[in-house]
């Protein structure tokens, strides 16, 4: 199926490459500076700086479908914008369009009742604060989220929360304010899918502890401020809690739809941009008498990488379709093949062009380490490659189960 651009999406991409062109990509020498001299712990000026401009220009909230908060775009409207934010580490976040705050903004305005709505889905809308999603934790198998043993018990008026979590982005961002958080209220149901809930935190209550800053392959910051959080004795509101108890699945499969969505349209972008980076290098640098660009190992790392670009942007589009059409449910399949393919795919383009920059690929003079990173860690975050293969095979053995 051909996926055409209506005209309010072509001209929304017309104006989100141009503010890439006069802000972004000439800032970004700066943005990887500041991330490295001032660490996880603070905010960057030039995202300050720059995030202003972006909501005057009316590029801000892009990503919520559907909703009274956002553009109103559906997921398929809103891939090819994603995508060319994802060119750039910078991008998402000035276009108030960053992981995880967009997961726990759409939680917010989903589930959320109206006093969670006026205290943290409106500064979040804004770009005034930050939140964290607090899933994974160190001393279990995250991969299976039943295995979670961090606990939310009720008390009064209250629920006490105790847990360590890691892998909670952003909580060292000072900016933070509020934390979803996923425990287990009822570890006894026999339903393990019942056993879980999550709960409002916010980050400056008695108990809460960010302990360190977790590196992604040596990087602090970008592209990932990954961090430990300890919940120890944490009180809170019954109010706090989303839904009810023993909802966080339900919630969970909310929000990470289109989390994982958002992340394989900026990854496209990402593996887009880095293939450009290849082609530029391989045409300027000259080995064994000739232009590497004409070396046919060249030669065929480009068009292989042209080629998994497309199938990955097509899958891309049909998920993001899917989930328009029929709904996050339906589509599992076509989001978890993503999922797998898209983190996969841009493995192996900013591998092959690593390789052609040759030593200076692995620094990140060229943005190529912190590129592989980003994709190297997509393997995992949001689930990883084993666990959407085993659902894709699950389902798809279960449309043979009469043959």
Same mark, same amino acid.
């Given at each position: 199926?051909?996926?055409? /651009?209506?005209?309010?999406?072509?001209?929304?991409?017309?104006? @989100?490459?141009?503010?890439?062109?006069?802000?972004?990509?000439?800032?970004?020498?700066?943005?990887?500076?500041? #991330?490295?001299?001032?660490?996880?712990?603070?905010?960057?000026?030039?995202? $300050?700086?720059?995030?202003?401009?972006?909501?005057?220009?009316?590029?801000?909230?892009?990503?919520?479908?559907?909703?009274?908060?956002?553009?109103?775009?559906?997921?398929?409207?809103?891939?090819?914008?994603?995508?060319?934010?994802? *060119?750039?580490?910078?991008?998402? $976040?000035?276009?108030?369009?960053? #992981?995880?705050?967009?997961?726990?903004?759409?939680?917010?305005?989903?589930?959320?009742?109206?006093?969670?709505?006026?205290?943290?889905?409106?500064? &979040?809308?804004?770009?005034?604060?930050?939140?964290?999603?607090?899933?994974?934790?160190?001393?279990?198998?995250?991969?299976?989220?039943?295995?979670?043993?961090?606990?939310? @018990?009720?008390?009064?008026?209250?629920?006490?929360?105790?847990? %360590?979590?890691?892998?909670?982005?952003?909580? !060292?961002?000072? *900016?933070?304010?509020?934390?979803?958080?996923?425990?287990?209220?009822?570890?006894?149901?026999?339903?393990?899918?019942? /056993?879980?809930?999550?709960?409002?935190?916010?980050?400056?209550?008695?108990?809460?502890? @960010?302990?360190?800053?977790?590196?992604?392959?040596?990087?602090?910051?970008?592209?990932?401020?990954?961090?430990?959080?300890?919940?120890?004795?944490? %009180?809170?509101?019954? !109010?706090?809690?989303?839904?009810?108890?023993? =909802?966080?699945?339900?919630?969970?499969?909310?929000?990470?739809?289109?989390? *994982?969505?958002?992340?394989?349209?900026?990854?496209?972008?990402?593996?887009? =941009?880095?293939? $450009?980076?290849?082609?530029?290098?391989?045409?300027?640098?000259?080995?064994?008498?000739?232009? @590497?660009?004409?070396? !046919?190992?060249?030669?065929?790392?480009?068009?292989?990488? %042209?080629?998994?670009?497309?199938?990955?942007?097509?899958?891309? &589009?049909?998920?993001?379709?899917?989930?328009?059409?029929?709904?996050?449910?339906?589509?599992? #399949?076509?989001?978890?093949?993503?999922?797998?393919?898209?983190?996969?795919?841009?493995?192996?383009?900013?591998?092959?062009?690593?390789?052609?920059?040759?030593?200076?690929?692995?620094?990140?003079?060229?943005?190529?380490? #912190?590129?592989?990173?980003?994709? =190297?860690?997509?393997?995992?975050?949001?689930?990883?490659?084993?666990?959407? %293969?085993?659902?894709?095979?699950?389902?798809?053995?279960?449309?043979?189960?009469?043959?």
């Amino acid at each position: 199926m051909f996926y055409e /651009q209506s005209q309010k999406v072509g001209e929304l991409k017309h104006r @989100v490459r141009s503010f890439m062109d006069r802000h972004v990509y000439p800032n970004e020498v700066r943005f990887y500076k500041e #991330a490295e001299e001032l660490g996880p712990w603070k905010v960057y000026p030039v995202v $300050e700086e720059l995030k202003p401009k972006a909501r005057e220009g009316g590029l801000w909230n892009l990503f919520l479908p559907q909703s009274e908060h956002g553009a109103g775009l559906t997921n398929l409207e809103y891939a090819p914008l994603c995508e060319v934010m994802g *060119r750039s580490h910078l991008a998402p $976040e000035l276009f108030n369009c960053s #992981a995880p705050d967009t997961g726990n903004m759409e939680v917010l305005a989903r589930y959320g009742t109206r006093e969670h709505q006026e205290k943290w889905l409106k500064p &979040l809308l804004a770009g005034e604060i930050r939140s964290c999603f607090a899933m994974t934790e160190p001393a279990v198998a995250s991969s299976d989220a039943t295995n979670i043993e961090s606990s939310i @018990v009720r008390d009064g008026d209250d629920y006490v929360i105790n847990g %360590r979590k890691w892998y909670t982005t952003n909580a !060292t961002d000072p *900016r933070c304010r509020i934390c979803i958080f996923m425990g287990k209220t009822d570890p006894d149901n026999p339903d393990r899918h019942r /056993q879980q809930s999550m709960i409002l935190v916010p980050m400056d209550t008695p108990g809460v502890k @960010v302990l360190r800053p977790i590196p992604v392959f040596g990087f602090y910051g970008v592209p990932d401020r990954a961090s430990e959080v300890v919940f120890d004795n944490v %009180r809170v509101p019954a !109010t706090n809690m989303l839904l009810g108890e023993g =909802r966080g699945f339900e919630i969970a499969q909310g929000r990470l739809g289109p989390g *994982r969505i958002h992340h394989c349209m900026r990854l496209i972008g990402l593996a887009e =941009r880095t293939l $450009e980076k290849m082609c530029a290098r391989t045409r300027s640098r000259v080995a064994f008498g000739r232009p @590497v660009s004409e070396q !046919t190992v060249t030669q065929e790392r480009i068009a292989e990488s %042209r080629i998994m670009i497309e199938q990955s942007r097509l899958l891309t &589009l049909h998920a993001a379709h899917m989930m328009d059409t029929v709904g996050n449910r339906e589509a599992k #399949a076509e989001i978890a093949m993503i999922k797998v393919a898209v983190p996969n795919m841009a493995c192996q383009v900013i591998d092959w062009t690593i390789q052609a920059h040759g030593g200076g690929g692995t620094s990140n003079d060229f943005g190529l380490a #912190a590129a592989y990173a980003t994709a =190297r860690l997509l393997r995992l975050a949001d689930g990883p490659d084993e666990v959407h %293969r085993n659902q894709i095979a699950r389902l798809e053995l279960r449309k043979h189960g009469n043959a």
